[in-house]
């Protein structure tokens, strides 16, 4: 079985910068989508930005301000600037069991999921 490790998390003020990686335990093809989602109190988990299959998709309202990366086969990562309080969330990895296209930013299509790293921004 697969294991997702999330790291990175923790507090900033308004307009700084943190980054998240997350860590396979195996070897994972760059031909298989991974993605990271978001978690507000109460609410489902929302699609950030995913890579895979040669393509990198991000959710409409990180606005140039997010970058995902496989750092290498076994790390991906999310480097978050200008961090808005809007952002404060449990930030979680997943992998899909494929290349995914559509529905990316869906929870659907992803089977494995980390337990998550908390960030949160204070203005």
């Known amino acids: 079985q697969v294991q997702l490790v999330e790291s990175g998390g923790g507090s900033v003020q308004a307009g700084g910068s943190l980054r998240l990686s997350c860590t396979t335990s195996i070897y994972i093809s760059s031909s298989y989508t991974m993605g990271w989602f978001r978690q507000f109190p109460g609410k489902g988990r929302e699609g950030v930005a995913a890579?895979?299959?040669?393509?990198t998709r991000y959710a409409d309202f990180v606005e140039g301000r997010f970058t995902i990366s496989r750092d290498n086969a076994n790390t991906l990562s999310l480097q978050m600037n200008s961090l808005k309080p809007d952002d404060t969330a449990i930030y979680y990895c997943?992998?899909?069991?494929?290349?995914?296209?559509?529905?990316?930013?869906?929870?659907?299509?992803?089977?494995?999921w980390g337990q998550g790293t908390q960030v949160t921004v204070s203005s």
């Open positions: 997943a992998l899909a069991a494929g290349t995914v296209t559509v529905g990316w930013s869906t929870p659907s299509p992803y089977t494995i």
């Open positions: 890579i895979g299959g040669g393509s």
